[in-house]
């Protein structure tokens, strides 16, 4: 590090990708003093344990957030990527910080590219459709607050542009393999899936399934951050004042959701947790309309952090679902 970094305040240090962040970011940079909001007394003791400072506080004590996103150099949000509240707290700490004449505070925050989500309602991919790359500019300008995740993504990126803030966001496709935390996680995709599959007693896709989705393993996530972390504390990361241009997509493959019905409902009916393995075809308008991510497609290119020289491997879904499965339905106490 170049910069004179020497403070973090992390959000989410007991989840599945800010814990398993956390984790390497002590072994990367040792000499980093961390702060972290936790929820539960209960994790202190685990969290103290990797050298972090625990701070008590749920995402309602935007008092609490925004004195700390003040205090410390960098800010790094992997705990809600939808809660504009918390958002906007981070983001006043860091404008009170900027205008008291401190140096100007970095912001890492955790997106996801279900923001590239196409509007397809009958689960056929379009290939012909928007293809989004975090290396054009104008594609991160389009973003907009309809857009899921935008209307998050949106005001970190005016942050950026106002002047007040570095700001740097982490852009994950679904994430698979196990957590390096301290509080052992579960993938949270790994987890939709199978609780649809659940309550539906069927892995589903809609229409031919051919809608793809996009994949990426923890570890190469986890490596992302921290090479954005660098960049961040570098001066060649501050020369670009331009936040559109610090926007990092985190995707190693694509697949289509008939395969990835496919490997859970193989999963499930393995576990005897399904009476049927061969997942099902479902028009859109039979599921609820939390849903109708099910029949889109995400069409999007990661350049940026390959710019970095990050280099994610090729991901099974099929084994990590499989690796993933058990400690799912034992979090959900399914046996």
Not at 50 to 66: C, D, K, M, R, V
Request: aromatic content about 8%.
């Amino acid at each position: 590090m170049s910069r004179n970094v020497v403070s973090m305040f992390l959000l989410g240090a007991t989840g599945y990708i800010g814990g398993s962040v956390l984790a390497v970011l002590r072994e990367r940079f040792p000499g980093l003093k961390i702060t972290a909001l936790v929820r539960s007394e209960t994790h202190f003791d685990a969290i103290r344990a990797t050298g972090i400072t625990p701070i008590h506080g749920s995402f309602e004590n935007q008092a609490l957030i925004t004195e700390h996103s003040a205090r410390a150099d960098v800010v790094l949000n992997a705990a809600d990527s939808d809660d504009l509240n918390l958002t906007l707290s981070i983001l006043r700490g860091m404008k009170q910080r900027y205008e008291s004449g401190k140096p100007k505070g970095i912001l890492i925050h955790t997106s996801g590219v279900a923001v590239f989500l196409d509007s397809e309602t009958t689960g056929v991919f379009d290939k012909n459709g928007k293809l989004w790359n975090d290396s054009e500019e104008d594609d991160i300008r389009s973003i907009t607050p309809s857009m899921l995740h935008g209307h998050i993504d949106v005001p970190i990126l005016n942050a950026g542009n106002e002047g007040y803030a570095h700001t740097y966001i982490v852009c994950p496709a679904a994430v698979v393999g196990p957590s390096l935390g301290p509080i052992g996680k579960s993938s949270f995709f790994v987890k939709a899936v199978v609780q649809m599959s659940l309550v539906n007693k069927r892995a589903l896709y809609v229409g031919e399934g051919s809608n793809e989705f996009n994949i990426v393993h923890i570890d190469d996530v986890v490596d992302l951050y921290c090479r954005v972390f660098e960049l961040s504390t570098e001066e060649k990361g501050l020369q670009s004042f331009n936040p559109y241009a610090r926007y990092f997509i985190a995707t190693s493959k694509s697949i289509s959701w008939r395969e990835i019905a496919t490997f859970a409902g193989a999963s499930l009916y393995k576990r005897d947790i399904l009476k049927r393995p061969e997942p099902l075809s479902v028009n859109l308008t039979d599921l609820p309309p939390y849903f109708a991510f099910l029949a889109a497609s995400e069409r999007i290119v990661a350049v940026r952090g390959k710019e970095l020289g990050w280099a994610p491997r090729d991901v099974s879904l099929e084994r990590w679902f499989q690796a993933n499965v058990d400690a799912v339905l034992e979090g959900l106490h399914v046996d």
